[in-house]
């Protein structure tokens, strides 16, 4: 066995990784990009650990597999993309949504899709999949720092891919026997104490390396969904997908009170508690004029409305592809609990679209950036800065027409 085959008694998590990745660089087993330190290391092998996986019965079945964008994975996002199968790479730290599915060029050559499986790749050749791209995930693959052969895994801390996912799990992209492969160097496989283990972490059923693969017939439960109270405000601001899914968790009534929520219930003044009871007498309102606003304009300025003459900096955010079914309440019930409630909002049901202005451009930026990726009625909407920006005092809606 390797010499830091088994941790110290009491070892941490972060003792676990720091021993895995001194011992990777200082045998002469790291590769590019280097030092593996703080990161799901790249190794010597990882490509021919990377092709076992075509000889496993769920890779075969597999037709639509997320594969981790870390580089030591490479080699099975070229395998799935050469057995034709649909690609799943999540977005770097989930900035701009859940997935991109990587569609190469029709036709594409070896060395094509050699680029595809690249970070590259990713960047050129994906298309963005939203909560409601109807993902079905038969196989998810991980990068790992270290891994046990009952299939306990630790990541490199940041928490991405149990929250990936945990996501998948609430929206329903996979069940609970879809198979989770690693792929890590022999190296890595190593003793992990149980008691090192959240009911968060993701656990493997396959571990691959460049000698051998491991079937763990791992029984932990894998993770059920989003445990809320352990997310925090920053996760969300940092993760606008993460905050389309509380949403629409909410709405069912799940509980979805946040880590950091938890001490400011006492406080009902606290920004980011909202207002239930606004929101209700504001949809019951709402309710009694919505069925009249399809087919045409709605304009609806709040208080601050008065600020819109003669500031001139006034900014528009464009949002599209909103359903037929979906009412001005829902858009503004949204609005408000992403923190993004506008000056002044300008419906326009019939076109399934509303325009929004905000007081200056870092305002409307800032409400663009937390809206990107929220899913109204069934459609990710689409959110922009309107392309024709008004000039001062233009505020007529026919302007936007």
Not at 8 to 27: I, N, T, Y
Not at 96 to 115: D, Y
Not at 136 to 162: F, M, Q, T
């Amino acid at each position: 066995a390797s010499p830091q085959r088994r941790p110290p008694p009491g070892a941490s998590k972060w003792d676990v990784r720091q021993k895995v990745w001194d011992h990777l660089e200082g045998s002469g087993l790291a590769e590019f990009p280097r030092p593996v330190h703080r990161r799901i290391p790249n190794f010597k092998g990882s490509h021919q650990a990377c092709c076992s996986i075509k000889e496993l019965d769920v890779f075969n079945r597999a037709r639509e597999i997320k594969v981790d964008p870390d580089k030591p994975l490479e080699g099975v996002r070229l395998a799935a993309l050469q057995a034709r199968k649909t690609l799943l790479v999540p977005t770097p730290r989930l900035r701009t949504g859940l997935f991109n599915k990587i569609v190469p060029p029709s036709g594409a050559t070896k060395e094509i899709l050699r680029i595809c499986a690249t970070s590259q790749g990713v960047k050129e050749y994906s298309v963005p999949v939203g909560l409601d791209g109807k993902a079905r995930v038969d196989l998810v693959v991980v990068g790992s720092v270290a891994v046990s052969e009952k299939g306990w895994r630790i990541g490199k801390g940041e928490g991405y891919a149990d929250m990936e996912y945990a996501m998948m799990v609430s929206m329903g992209a996979v069940q609970a026997d879809t198979p989770v492969i690693t792929i890590v160097h022999d190296c890595q496989v190593v003793d992990i104490a149980e008691e090192l283990l959240d009911d968060h972490d993701l656990t493997v059923d396959y571990i691959l390396t460049p000698t051998r693969t491991i079937k763990t017939d791992c029984k932990r439960l894998k993770p059920q969904g989003i445990i809320w109270h352990k997310v925090s405000y920053e996760m969300l601001e940092k993760m606008p997908i993460l905050k389309s899914l509380r949403y629409r968790e909410k709405q069912t009534g799940k509980d979805v009170t946040l880590r950091d929520e938890h001490s400011d219930l006492a406080n009902a003044n606290t920004p980011a508690v909202l207002n239930e009871k606004a929101i209700a007498e504001n949809r019951r309102s709402q309710t009694a004029s919505g069925s009249a606003q399809t087919g045409q304009h709605y304009v609806e300025s709040d208080s601050l409305s008065p600020r819109l003459e003669g500031s001139g900096v006034i900014t528009t955010v464009y949002v599209g592809n909103i359903p037929p079914s979906v009412r001005v309440s829902e858009l503004k019930c949204a609005l408000r609990e992403f923190h993004a409630t506008p000056l002044r909002l300008n419906w326009q049901g019939a076109q399934r679209r509303a325009f929004l202005d905000y007081k200056d451009k870092a305002t409307a930026e800032s409400a663009v950036s937390s809206l990107k990726g929220l899913s109204l009625g069934g459609n990710t909407l689409r959110v922009e800065l309107a392309k024709n920006q008004r000039n001062k005092g233009q505020v007529e809606i026919n302007s936007q027409k």
